[in-house]
Every structure is written in structure tokens, then in C-alpha cells.
């Protein structure tokens, strides 16, 4: 069974740092780039950033609202994917997500198992 | 990148159909037949309806089906039924450096 588990949310004052944990199990997960979506309290899915595998030499992309404060990593023998939250805003307070994409022999697609979620808080 | 533009919220009385659209442009939903539809119910994770457009992963009902015009994508939902009420959001790639990008999020309201 595929599972991925967040932890490492918190309470962090602004311009602090926090570093999220993805914890996958039950799929290949070194062949998988991994994925960090976030939602704002009452508000809609945005896309964070991306970790391809080691196949694709690690590539990472991130949305314009994070780069250069944002750092994505993991760790193919922990089975682990990271979010390093950097010079951290009010406005990063969300439930962020991590999720798979997937590619079968014919098609690849995002999210088709996702995490339960876990809550930043970035307030003084 | 801009989010993609749904309708804030449609209805529909069980039994009916609803459609909602996903607008966006030729660098993402028109560039790309890579367009995904998501469910959330309150406070759960979103839930994969739909993927490359117009096909369901193994699970989904045959009610939800999806499709493409261009820079608008739409997702129909026939036979609407109770459980269908959450909110819904489009997703599209955007190419290698933006990735993906996802819309603003339709209510679904089950009347």
C-alpha cells in the first residue's frame, strides 16, 4: 500500500526556517519525482515544487512564490523527501502536502497518492 | 505563472449534470494534454479524479469525465449524487521549469 507521511510542521516566527519531512512507503520511490503542494487556510491547492529522481539528475523546479527561499532534497535510502522552508512570511502559512508522480507504461500524472497534510504556522 | 480560472461555485439537484471549466493558456492548458482534476472534501487530502485529460484512474466513477478545447479544460459530472459535494480543482503542466500549476477551485454544491 502506498503511503506518504509529512511531518515537521509547527508554529515558526517570521523570516525562520522549518524543514518538512515526506516519509513514502509500499511504491519505488528512488524512481519517483516527488512533489510539495500547499493551502492556505480556506483557500485553493497551490503547487510548491518538485524533486526529480536520480535518473533525472535530481532536477529541481520550484513556484515563483518560494524560489530562492525553498530547497527540496531527499534521501532515496530513507525513503524521504524534504522541504526546507527558508525566510519564512506570514503568507507561507498553509497544510502542506506532499505527492508522487507517477508513471505507469503509458502515462505519468501527478497526485494520485497524496499525504494527510501538515499544518505551518508562520506568526510572531 | 498565473492560477488557472474556474468558477467559484455550480449546483445541481441529484441526478443532474454539472460541468465546471478550466481556463487557462497556451503555455499550460493548451500547450499540454496533461490537464488533472482533483476532489477535496473538508479537511482531506485532495483525491485524483482525473488525469491526462479525459482519463479516470481505476476506482473513480464513470460519472466524472473529463475534456479539452483549447486553453479551457472541463470537468462533467453526471448523475450528480451527494457525495459528489467538495471542491474541485484542475491542474495542468506547464513545462519543466514551472511545472504544474493549479486552478482557483470550484464548490460543488449537491441541492
Known amino acids: 500500500e502506498v503511503q506518504l507521511v509529512e511531518s515537521g510542521g509547527g508554529l515558526v516566527q517570521p523570516g525562520g526556517s522549518l524543514k518538512l519531512s515526506c516519509a513514502a512507503s509500499?511504491?519505488?520511490?528512488?524512481?519517483?519525482?516527488m512533489h510539495w503542494v500547499r493551502q492556505a487556510s480556506g483557500k485553493g491547492l497551490e503547487w510548491v515544487g518538485r524533486?526529480?529522481?536520480?535518473?533525472?539528475?535530481?532536477?529541481?523546479a520550484y513556484a515563483a512564490s518560494v524560489k530562492g527561499r525553498f530547497t527540496i532534497s531527499r534521501d532515496d535510502s530513507k525513503n524521504t523527501a524534504y522541504l526546507q522552508m527558508n525566510s519564512l512570511k506570514t503568507e507561507d502559512t498553509a497544510v502542506y502536502y506532499c505527492?508522487?508522480?507517477?508513471?505507469?507504461?503509458?502515462?505519468?500524472?501527478?497526485?494520485?497518492?497524496w499525504g494527510q497534510g501538515t499544518l505551518v504556522t508562520v506568526s510572531s | 505563472q498565473s492560477a488557472l480560472t474556474q468558477p467559484r461555485s455550480v449546483s445541481g439537484s441529484p441526478g443532474q449534470s454539472v460541468t465546471i471549466s478550466c481556463t487557462g493558456t497556451?503555455?499550460?492548458?493548451?500547450?499540454?494534454?496533461?490537464v488533472s482534476w482533483y476532489q477535496q472534501h473538508p479537511g482531506k487530502a485532495p483525491k485524483l479524479m482525473i488525469y491526462?485529460?479525459?482519463k479516470r484512474p481505476s476506482g473513480v466513477p464513470d460519472r466524472f469525465s473529463g475534456s479539452k478545447s483549447g486553453n479551457t479544460a472541463s470537468l462533467t459530472i453526471s448523475g450528480l449524487q451527494a457525495e459528489d459535494e467538495a471542491d474541485y480543482y484542475c491542474?495542468?503542466?506547464?513545462?519543466?521549469?514551472?511545472?504544474?500549476?493549479f486552478g482557483t477551485g470550484t464548490k460543488v454544491t449537491v441541492l
Open positions: 491526462d485529460v479525459s
Open positions: 524533486i526529480r529522481s536520480k535518473a533525472n539528475s535530481y532536477a529541481t
Open positions: 497556451s503555455s499550460d492548458v493548451g500547450g499540454y494534454n496533461y
Open positions: 509500499g511504491f519505488t520511490f528512488s524512481g519517483s519525482a
Open positions: 491542474c495542468s503542466y506547464a513545462g519543466s521549469y514551472t511545472s504544474y500549476v
Open positions: 505527492t508522487r508522480r507517477y508513471c505507469s507504461s503509458t502515462s505519468c500524472y501527478l497526485g494520485d497518492y
